[in-house]
């Protein structure tokens, strides 16, 4: 006992000391809407330009144009190769502290229209209001097209915005023309959360917001038939067979008759459809080349061990088979899905696409 907890003599003991440990703590993971709501200006902008393809794949193309001399374009997306000189839709993004209100965005409506009497552009289709948040008199007003014309129109005539002052008194006139003959409808806001569930169908969501918890498919099962495009690594591993046991499996149906090379045939069809299923669960989840990374790992290495001198192609298949399994990934966020079988299954992959041979030319066919 410490002198620490031993008790005088002759006196009670004292409680033993007992270390509080602090509760577990785990980091804080914001939300992409939080995510998106620390952005800068410019940051926001770039999120707006990934977006906007998603919202309407149709679109020529999608450029940002914010900045000096903008003329209140930031994000333009342009139907015809006409661009800025034919059907367009502008992307007005804000991004302030606060909510975006009537007064801000009746500001850029003004130097929308100056723009197109100036003729810098032709006027939009439409015009979309993306901020984070938005005014409830904003709102409103977008709601309500009819009456927000009015509204316009009647704080145009006493404006003081030097976008519509430093005008002539003709282009003022050509802007309220202008105004008076414009369907407010085309004025719109976008909801964040509609925005992130189509930014998330793009390339560039898992390369801005943390991974989502998502749970791998289950692995493929081989058909018994063979299909089509498992034709060419089967077709290597039969030479394969053949090479070692001859005329005793050098075809298909001698294999599945034979005791070593059937139940081999079938492991490798196993892997093969294992790296299969993470394939296409990489292809509808992350953005495309992540399980090329994976093939372009394992081929790296299988590359060098496969251009060793070895007597039988069932010999290179098998050191092949091993060094994949040691192979270090590149760390995408696919990388935790991947499992023994599927490096495996990744050689004959590589095979089937020719990049990996495991029998000499030359050898038994």
């Not at 943390?210 to 791998?216: A, G, K, S, T, V």
């Not at 039988?312 to 994949?324: I, T």
Request: charged share 30%; net charge negative; with cysteine.
């Amino acid at each position: 006992m410490s002198d620490q907890t031993r008790a005088p003599q002759g006196g009670a003991a004292e409680p033993p000391l007992v270390l509080q440990r602090p509760a577990m703590q785990f980091p804080y993971m914001p939300t992409p809407k939080k995510i998106v709501f620390g952005y800068d200006p410019d940051e926001f902008e770039e999120f707006v330009k990934e977006w906007v393809p998603a919202l309407e794949p149709d679109y020529e193309r999608v450029e940002r144009q914010g900045g000096t001399g903008d003329h209140g374009i930031d994000v333009a997306a342009y139907r015809s190769v006409q661009g800025l000189e034919g059907p367009w839709d502008n992307y007005q993004c804000k991004r302030y502290k606060s909510a975006l209100n009537w007064s801000t965005a009746a500001g850029e409506i003004r130097k929308m229209f100056a723009g197109v009497v100036l003729g810098h552009f032709t006027r939009p289709i439409r015009y979309v209001f993306v901020a984070p948040a938005f005014a409830r008199n904003l709102r409103d007003a977008l709601a309500k097209p009819e009456q927000t014309r009015a509204k316009f129109l009647a704080e145009l005539v006493s404006t003081s915005d030097e976008v519509i002052t430093r005008l002539t008194a003709d282009q003022r006139q050509k802007v309220t023309e202008l105004a008076e003959l414009t369907d407010f409808s085309m004025f719109s806001p976008i909801d964040m959360d509609q925005m992130l569930e189509q930014h998330k169908t793009t390339t560039y969501w898992a390369m801005r917001f943390p991974d989502e918890q998502r749970e791998r498919p289950a692995i493929m099962t081989p058909p018994d038939e063979h299909d089509a495009e498992e034709a060419r690594y089967v077709r290597q591993l039969v030479r394969v067979y053949a090479e070692r046991w001859k005329s005793a499996a050098n075809t298909l149906e001698l294999i599945a008759q034979h005791p070593t090379a059937s139940k081999h045939m079938r492991r490798q069809r196993e892997a093969f459809y294992s790296a299969e299923s993470l394939r296409r669960f990489a292809r509808d989840a992350y953005p495309e080349g992540h399980f090329n990374a994976v093939m372009d790992d394992v081929c790296t290495v299988a590359v060098e061990v496969c251009d060793k001198r070895y007597e039988l192609g069932w010999d290179r298949l098998q050191d092949v088979l091993e060094a994949a399994g040691g192979v270090a990934l590149t760390q995408t966020v696919l990388t935790r899905f991947v499992r023994p079988l599927d490096r495996m299954g990744v050689c004959h992959h590589l095979a089937n696409d020719d990049r990996l041979t495991w029998c000499e030319e030359g050898g038994a066919a």
